[in-house]
């Protein structure tokens, strides 16, 4: 069958790679010269499988309301009347309830544990060298209160995605770059199994993989629509022309809704906006690939450099580089890790995930034939990209799902 997939950050290239393995004739299309220039490309490059985490918890609510239009605020929602916004931002924290977090969890824990198989399959059949971390998952907490309640409710996950609980000693021990303020360290859950690596790095080998097996990226092309021809998506209309395809798979993150609703059809994806800064290393950077649950940010070392990326903003599609917030990111890590790196040379970065409601990707066919998504990845792009491509590449192919596709389905859509 002929492809056509629709964009070309980590979720497009690995659909593309996959479908491609699966022996369809694949063409993708990109409005940026090269793989991954998007929002794959400065993220905090943390790959969990059994410590996945969606954001939607029920100290979600409280947390906005403690930190409202404060500079560093984890979460912030910039006032505009925008429908779209409160759509979202009201679905969003429905999903906050105690219950439907419990559902979230294990529904998105499957495609991840999935996705990281999927990911370390991939990468030994193609050799891709992205600054790999097989060391874990640190989830660090400051506070003692918070540490004793992350170690509560991860003893009453299932046996298979419990964490080793560290106390401060055991945190230290593990990851000596701590001690620069064991003031900040009350204590850590240590997830293992998971794994970090540069996502844009990774994505780049897979595109050069993927041109290897046949696959032909259209780079610097804009797509404007996708063709509805007697009720059946028959292909996209670019600033260069038209490309045909069997099967049209909307890979375009955070610009995925715009062009589905020209199509006729509304998908939840907002964008939210992300920041990251990425400094060279230093003497006192950690080496373990941190989640610091108290400002809700990744630090990762990438080889020579260290980057912290984080915060979530509703400011709707516009991609303005608040610098007071990526600072203050910075900040953050250099208060944790002062001989982390040299701060006077950081590159600030922000990006916009393409977040759902309920923090599950849309993944599969819709109500228009020939139209496949792929898309909604939010926080965790990095993470389900190959598990998503996979799950694509098998439908298109008529096959079924290769994991349990419960609470995954697309649903409601119109
Ligand atoms: C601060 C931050 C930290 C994050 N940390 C993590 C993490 O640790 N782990 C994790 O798993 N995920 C993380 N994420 C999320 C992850 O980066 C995203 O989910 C992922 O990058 C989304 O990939 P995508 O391919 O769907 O979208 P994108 O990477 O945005 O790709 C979409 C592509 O579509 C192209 N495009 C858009 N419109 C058009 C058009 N009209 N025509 C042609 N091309 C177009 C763009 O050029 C782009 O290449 C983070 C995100 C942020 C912002």
Redesign the pocket.
Known sequence: MKVLV???????VAAAWYLADAGHEVEV????AGA?????WA?????PGAGVLPWVSPAVPATILRHFGKVDAPYLIHLKPDPAIWLWAIGFLRNCTRARVTEITANLRRLAEFSLAETQALRAAENIIYDLSTRGILHTFAKAEGFDKAARAAAQEPEAARPRVLDRQAALALEPALAARPDMIAGALHYDRDESGD?NKFATGLAAAATRRGVRFNWG????DIIVENGRATGAR?NAGEQRADVVVM?????SAP?TRRAGLRIPVYPV????ATIPVGPGAPDIAIMDRDIKA?ILRIGDRLRI???AELAGYNTHLDTRRARALLAAMMKRFPEGGDASQAELWT????MTPNCLPLLGETPLPGLMLN?G?????????CGSGRVIAEIVSGRPAPVDMRGLQLRRLR
Not at 43 to 47: E, K, L, R, Y
């Open positions: 629709l964009g070309a950050g980590i979720v497009g299309i990109d409005r940026e991954a220039l998007g929002t794959s993220n905090a490059g943390q790959m996502c092309e804009t797509v404007t670019t890979c375009l993150g955070s610009a062009l906006k992300g920041y990251a990744g990326a984080g915060t990006g916009l995930r393409p898309t990845h939010g926080s965790l792009g990095w993470t389900l990209a």
